[in-house]
């Protein structure tokens, strides 16, 4: 399976909508929009530290390692 992201289960216990965070971390809709389906190849760490930043989460609440 390899990694999943659960970005759509932080957004919503922050009440929080998608385009809010694009806004808030500086990437287009259509960037987050690959990185919540989990079609992204990459995440750049200052992007990953603003998303955790906005959300006051830890990387791991994001992304998940599943065999």
């Known amino acids: 399976m390899g990694i999943i992201v659960n970005?759509?289960?932080?957004l919503a216990k922050r009440k929080m909508k998608?385009?809010?965070l694009a806004e808030a971390?500086?990437?287009t809709t259509a960037n987050l929009s690959i990185l919540k389906t989990?079609?992204?190849?990459?995440?750049?760490?200052s992007?990953?530290?603003a998303?955790?930043?906005t959300l006051d989460c830890q990387?791991?609440?994001i992304l998940e390692?599943?065999?």
Do not use: N, Q, W
């Open 38 to 45: 989990g079609k992204a190849k990459a995440i750049r760490f």
């Open 51 to 53: 998303i955790c930043r």
């Open 25 to 27: 971390v500086g990437i």
């Open 47 to 49: 992007t990953l530290e």
């Open 7 to 10: 970005l759509d289960v932080m």
């Open 59 to 61: 990387p791991g609440d």
């Open 65 to 67: 390692y599943h065999l």
């Open 18 to 20: 998608s385009y809010e």
